[in-house]
Each structure stands twice: as C-alpha cells, then as structure tokens.
C-alpha cells in the first residue's frame, strides 16, 4: 500500500471543512449548438488504457460563455478513426498519417468551432460533445480553405 501519511497533514482542515455538494448554482449545458474555441488538447489514457485525444472546448457564447466541455477521440479503435479526421478538419488540419499528429496539436488551439451538445444515454451521464464546424475548417478534398487571390486585378 502506498504511503498515505500525508493524510495527516490535512487533520485539521478536515475537521474545519463544511461539508459541500448537490452542485449548488452548477447546471449541465443544456442540448443545443453552441460556438466554442479549442482551450486545450492533449493525449489522455483511461484507465483501462484505452488512448484517446483529448479535448477541452471553451463557449465563447452567447449562451453559457466561459463553460468548459471535454471531448474525446479515440486514436486505438480503427472505426472511430473517422471521426477524428472530422474534427480534426473542422479545426483546418489535415493529416497524411495519424503518427503526423502530435506537431500538429498546437495548432488546435483557440480554433474556434461549432459544436454540438447532446443529452448523454450512456450510464456515466457526460453529454456528448460534436464538432460540426469550424472557421478553419478544410474542405474534404484537403486544400485549406482561402479567399480567392485577387492579386493585381482590382476592379477599381
């Protein structure tokens, strides 16, 4: 077992701690689309190790701003794949192999994306969180999305 002897360094708050819970003011984020940007993303592994990438999404409003949702994609299971490829291309990046990724995670952040919340079904109750669009969002056949060069030919 390991050492738990810190425990006791915390004796005193514990007995001075009121005890807090049921959530107070803490609501889920009602189902909807809501715009958000990409706070954070990194790689995660659960407990039963399974590997995921994980996201941490910030709405940026109107509704709920500054409420945080996760989500996560999963890097080990081949028929989840495409759904990261998805997100990843809402958020303008395009892989050519998944090893490619982990340069490519800064590149993530502050993207700002549409992204949908809907009621969770599942028995840990998190709501699902789905990235539906976003500004830097490349089309399908992999060239970035840009405003036509008007070059030297201004009409004016």
């Known amino acids: 077992m390991e050492d738990l002897q810190f425990l006791n360094d915390f004796n005193d708050a514990w007995s001075g701690a009121a005890e807090q819970g049921g959530g107070g003011e803490y609501k889920e984020v009602p189902d909807g689309d809501y715009d ?3 706070d954070e993303v990194m790689f995660h592994e659960s407990k039963a190790g399974g590997k995921f990438l994980k996201w941490k999404l910030k709405i940026t409003g109107p509704d709920h701003k500054g409420r945080l949702l996760w989500r996560y994609s999963s890097l080990t299971k081949p028929d989840m794949l495409g759904w990261l490829k998805h997100d990843l291309r809402m958020c303008g990046v395009v892989l050519e192999k998944l090893s490619d990724l982990p340069p490519q995670l800064e590149n993530l952040l502050d993207a700002p994306v549409q992204i949908a919340v809907k009621a969770s079904k599942k028995p840990d109750g998190m709501a699902s ?28």
């Open 36 to 38: 958000a940007i990409v």
């Open 129 to 156: 969180v789905y990235i539906n669009g976003g500004e830097r969002e490349v089309p399908r056949d992999g060239e970035p999305l840009k405003p036509p060069d008007a070059g030297d030919d201004l009409p004016f």
